[in-house]
C-alpha cells in the first residue's frame, strides 16, 4: 500500500530558530500533499494543501511566513517552521494521496521549542 | 463537507466486536464517508470508505443507513491494539482530497 514517511519522528530547538520537517511518498507520486497540526488532546487541524510545483494554499488563520511549505518534486513536500516559539511545540502530521488510494498519512513530527 | 457527530468516547470488551456510530445527517449524494483511526502519537491510519452500500475489509465492516444520515464502524474482534481515537469523515470524492478532521471517538478495549 501507499506509503508516506515523514522526518524527523522529533525534534527539539531553540526559540528563534527554524526548523524543517521532510515528508515522501515513499512509492507513489503525490501531486497534492496535506499538512496538519495537532495540539495535546485536540484533532488534527489542516494548516495547509502543498501542490508540486505551485504555491501552497493555506488554511485560514495560519501565517503563510511563518510556515514555508516547498514541494519541489512528486515525491516530497517540505514544512519549514521559521523562527519556532514555544507556542509552535506540537505534533506536524503530512499526508498524501495516490490516485487511486484514500489519503494516506505519515508518522508525525513532535516539536518542541524550548 | 458535511459535518459528524460521534460520541466521544466508548468501551469494548477484547474479543467482542467493537460498534462504533457517526451521524451524518446533511451529507449530500455524491459525499462518501470515511473512517480513520490514530493511535497514540502516531499519524491516522485508513480504515475503509464507503457511499451507499456496506463496505468490509481486512480491517473492518462499514455499514451505511439506507438514507445515508448514519453510518457504523464494526470492528469485529476489538484486540487492545485497536484501542485508538476514530474519526468519521464525510468528503466529496472529487475534491483536492483533503480531510478535515472533527474530535472522532476515544475506543478504549479493555481486557
Known amino acids: 500500500g501507499a506509503v508516506v514517511s515523514q522526518h524527523p519522528s522529533r525534534v527539539i530547538c531553540k526559540s528563534g530558530t527554524s526548523v524543517k520537517i521532510e515528508c515522501r511518498s515513499l512509492?507513489?507520486?503525490?501531486?497534492?500533499m496535506f499538512w496538519y497540526r495537532q495540539f495535546p488532546k485536540q484533532s488534527l487541524m489542516l494548516m495547509a494543501t502543498?501542490?508540486?510545483?505551485?504555491?501552497?494554499?493555506?488554511e485560514q488563520g495560519v501565517e503563510k511566513d511563518k510556515f514555508l511549505i516547498n514541494h519541489a518534486s512528486l515525491t516530497l513536500s517540505t514544512l519549514t517552521v521559521t523562527s519556532a516559539h514555544p507556542e509552535d511545540s506540537s505534533f506536524y502530521i503530512c499526508?498524501?494521496?495516490?490516485?487511486?488510494?484514500?489519503?494516506?498519512f505519515g508518522n508525525g513530527t513532535r516539536l518542541t521549542v524550548t | 463537507d458535511a459535518k459528524t457527530t460521534q460520541p466521544p468516547s466508548m468501551d469494548c470488551a477484547e474479543g467482542r466486536a467493537a460498534n462504533l456510530p457517526c451521524n451524518h445527517s446533511t451529507i449530500s449524494g455524491n459525499e462518501y464517508v470515511y473512517w480513520y483511526r490514530q493511535i497514540h502519537s502516531q499519524g491516522p491510519q485508513y480504515i475503509i470508505h464507503g457511499l451507499k452500500n456496506n463496505e468490509t475489509n481486512e480491517m473492518a465492516s462499514l455499514i451505511i443507513t439506507e438514507d445515508r444520515k448514519s453510518s457504523t464502524l464494526i470492528l469485529p474482534h476489538a484486540t487492545l491494539r485497536d484501542t485508538a481515537v476514530y474519526y468519521c469523515i464525510v468528503r466529496f470524492s472529487s475534491n483536492t482530497g483533503k480531510l478535515i478532521f472533527g474530535q472522532g471517538t476515544t475506543l478504549q478495549v479493555k481486557p
Open positions: 512509492d507513489f507520486q503525490a501531486t497534492t
Open positions: 502543498s501542490n508540486e510545483g505551485s504555491k501552497a494554499t493555506y
Open positions: 499526508s498524501a494521496r495516490d490516485v487511486s488510494s484514500p489519503l494516506h
